[in-house]
Nanobody, 114 residues
Framework: QVQLVESGGGLVQPGGSLRLSCAPS????????MGWYRQAPGKQRELVAT??????NYADSVKGRFTISTHNNKNVVYLQMNSLEPEDTAVYYC?????????WGQGTQVTVSS
């Protein structure tokens, strides 16, 4: 069973920054795609960003503000979030895909508020 452990969430003021981390229990290169999703209260879970073989993909709402990356030596996937807005408030989930299998982390809360 694969585990994805997220960290880095918290409370930040509008315009601030946070960096989320996702540490899988297996080497990140064993997954075809890794990414971040988020779910705000009363809304469906939505894609934020993905990374696959060095290629990245972002939701239009976060382009230019968020960056997904990997740290190979530490086996971690990061989501750097800058210029945060109240609309970014949500539970953020790490996601990993291995062929037909999809894994999710437990989620980390990000709250953007003054």
């Amino acid at each position: 069973q694969v585990q994805l452990v997220e960290s880095g969430g918290g409370l930040v003021q509008p315009g601030g920054s946070l960096r989320l981390s996702c540490a899988p229990s297996r080497n990140i290169f064993s997954f075809s795609i890794m990414g971040w999703y988020r779910q705000a209260p009363g809304k469906q879970r939505e894609l934020v960003a993905t990374i696959s073989g060095g290629s990245t993909n972002y939701a239009d709402s976060v382009k230019g503000r968020f960056t997904i990356s990997t740290h190979n030596n530490k086996n971690v996937v990061y989501l750097q979030m800058n210029s945060l807005e109240p609309e970014d408030t949500a539970v953020y989930y790490c996601n990993a895909v291995e062929r037909e299998l999809v894994y999710w982390g437990q989620g980390t809360q990000v709250t953007v508020s003054s």
